[in-house]
Every structure is written in C-alpha cells, then in structure tokens.
T-cell receptor, first 110, second 113 residues
C-alpha cells in the first residue's frame, strides 16, 4: 500500500492564481480530510469528507473547495490564491479513530 | 467546545534525559486521546493512543496515561535519543468514525547529543 499520497510537494503561486492540490489513498478509507499547518497554530481542518459524494466544511474553509467523486481521491482547490494561504497542507484518511497523513504540500503564495 | 492545550516549546534536552510533554483537554463525555509525531519534512504519524479512562498508550518507549480526573494525557519517555527530535501533537476525538479530530498546537522537541 502506498498509503496517502499528495502532489505536488512544493508549489509557488502568484496572488490570484488557482490550483488544485491532489490527494489519493489506497486503503479504501471512507473519511478523508484536509488540514493546513501554520507555525504555532497546530493543524486546522479545512474540509472533510465522510464518503464519496459527501463533503463538509471544517474550521477554516474560506478560499478552498473540495469534491469527492471517488473513495480514493480528495482534491483541494484554491480558487484565487492569497498570501494568507501560504502554508503546509496535509491530507489525511481515517479508519476508526486513527488518521493516516500524507507527506504534505508546501505552498507559497507571492 | 472541545479543545486541547499542550505545553509550548521548544523543549531542548540532552540525550538520555527524562521527557514530559504536558497535554490537557476539554471535552464532554469520553473522548479518545492521541499523540502524533512529525519528523522534519514529513507528515504526522500516530505515536500512541488511549480510548478510555486509565488506559495507557505506549510505543517506541513513549507512554501516556488517560487521566479523566485531571483531563490530562501527558507524554513521557524515560531516556530520549537524538532521533526523538520532532514535533509532538496531542489530539482528541469524540470517537465516532465521522467525528473530527482536534489537535493541539504542537511541541517541538530537540535532543542534544
């Protein structure tokens, strides 16, 4: 099993550009989520999904969209990037109470 | 609401020292409690967990006991190694498969040789 994979590892955007962060898992987990990690703030939940076709907002959803067309994939879209979205983004899937994290995407918005 | 508070870092220790990282929580009912570890440049990994009061989670020499009376889940290790240098996150979940996981802000641990 590859576990949870994320692409790209690094990305630099200009303000106003859009992009999609990819996340995939091969463990057949129903629950997936996206977090952002900022210094001194731990992980904050952006969006999550409890299964294909079902998504919901987390703590900091503004400026981000998600979709869940398959169990495996859970992409995160930045509609119009802003410097405040500079962060490290982690995707995770979950089985029971245990979360499995991807390696992260480091995003810089200039 | 539910929350997790953990000691601020950074924490710097010498190799073979005793480690304690404090974590307290606020939640109704009986949440599950976790410690995650993040090594440099990597995602978080589950280190240990406890799902009910008085349970002790343990892994790789680390231990934490679920204390309902003090709403705490402190992480301990008797003798740290340089390879333990990482950021440690305390977290809680209310336990259902759809419930959210709440993370603390993380504690950076550095071990000197």
């Amino acid at each position: 099993n590859a576990g949870v994979t994320q692409t790209p590892k690094f990305q630099v955007l200009k303000t106003g550009q859009s992009m999609t962060l990819q996340c995939a898992q091969d463990m057949n987990h129903e629950y997936m989520s996206w977090y952002r990690q900022d210094p001194g703030m731990g992980l904050r939940l952006i969006h999550y999904s409890v299964g294909a076709g079902i998504t919901d907002q987390g703590e900091v959803p503004n400026g981000y969209n998600v979709s869940r067309s398959t169990t495996e994939d859970f992409p995160l879209r930045l509609l119009s990037a802003a410097p405040s979205q500079t962060s490290v983004y982690f995707c995770a899937s979950r089985l029971g109470v245990t979360q499995y994290f991807g390696p992260g995407t480091r995003l810089t918005v200039l | 609401g539910n929350s997790v508070t953990q000691m601020e870092g950074p924490v710097t220790l010498s190799e073979e020292a005793f480690l304690t990282i404090n974590c307290t929580y606020t939640a109704t009912g009986y949440p599950s409690l976790f410690w995650y570890v993040q090594y440099p440049g990597e995602g978080l990994q589950l280190l240990l967990k406890a799902t009910k009061a008085d349970d002790k989670g343990s892994n790789k020499g680390f231990e934490a006991t679920y204390r309902k009376e003090t709403t705490s889940f402190h992480l301990e290790k008797g003798s740290v190694q340089v390879s333990d240098s990482a950021v440690y996150f305390c977290a809680l979940s209310k336990g259902s498969s759809a419930s959210k996981i709440i993370f603390g802000s993380g504690t950076r641990l550095s071990i000197r040789p």
